[in-house]
């Protein structure tokens, strides 16, 4: 079955960096684009960025474009999530989630993660 | 970037009654190309990461009960619960993802009347 588990959160001073992995098991990983999406205390999930299976496309929310960037690597089934000038706003439970296309281009969240809760301190 | 909206924001329904949600979008997520609707609705529980419950504006996922179903097309979709059941107690989103960057309703809360 499919699995998605995210590590890597924890308490960051404003400013600080924390890099976010999200390891997958149960399919072709290197076939899927993988979202990362965060949901701060008391409110709606917000899309942070997205790669396609390939590493070759990237989409950023412009809240996080120029901080936070993403990556993955095939050959460990893992997608990272760099996280770079950390501001208060940013407090959230993290979650990775894979993307059902096997193309280009991004489709809806079909399986999610656990999530990590990354706080910074306001 | 598209703006969803959804109404209620909470919404009380007596057990075994009829629930509807509904969720707009500032514009269509109807695409010509492939006649799809790039909309999905999540279901949240307490503590738990959302999961995916309808796609393609009306597809089921995996293991979501017939109860639940998803319809409208263009700007204006629908999320109906036939007969509320104590289980179905959660936060509901919608979602475009028509175009970059997909984006979220703010959720609406159903509770048991």
């Known amino acids: 079955q499919v699995q998605l588990v995210e590590s890597g959160g924890g308490v960051v001073q404003p400013g600080g960096s924390l890099r976010l992995s999200c390891a997958a098991s149960?399919?072709?990983?290197?076939?899927?684009?993988i979202h990362w999406v965060r949901q701060a205390p008391g409110k709606g999930p917000e899309w942070v960025t997205f790669?396609?299976?390939?590493?070759?496309?990237?989409y950023y929310a412009d809240s996080v474009k120029g901080r936070f960037t993403i990556s993955r690597d095939n050959s460990k089934n893992t997608v990272y999530l760099q996280m770079n000038s950390l501001r208060g706003d940013d407090t959230a439970v993290y979650y990775c989630?894979?993307?059902?296309?096997?193309?280009?281009?991004?489709?809806?969240?079909?399986?999610w993660g656990q999530g990590t809760l990354v706080t910074v301190p306001s | 970037d598209i703006v969803m909206t959804q109404s209620p924001d909470s919404l009380a329904v007596s057990l075994g009654e009829r629930a509807t949600i509904s969720c707009k979008s500032s514009?269509?997520?109807?695409?010509?190309?492939?006649?799809?609707?790039?909309l999905a609705w999540y279901q949240q529980k307490p503590g738990q990461p959302p999961k995916l419950f309808i796609y393609?504006?009306?597809t089921r996922g995996f293991g979501v009960p017939d109860r639940f179903s998803g319809s409208g097309s263009g700007t204006d979709f629908t999320l109906t619960i036939s007969s509320l059941q104590a289980e179905d107690v959660a936060v509901y989103y919608c979602?475009?993802?028509?175009?970059?960057?997909?984006?979220f309703g703010q959720g609406t809360r159903l509770e048991i009347k």
């Open positions: 989630a894979k993307d059902p296309n096997s193309g280009g281009t991004f489709e809806y969240l079909q399986y």
């Open positions: 149960g399919f072709i990983f290197s076939n899927y684009g």
């Open positions: 790669i396609q299976y390939d590493g070759s496309n990237k």
């Open positions: 514009q269509s997520v109807l695409k010509s190309s492939n006649n799809k609707n790039y």
């Open positions: 393609w504006a009306s």
């Open positions: 979602q475009q993802y028509y175009s970059a960057p997909p984006t």
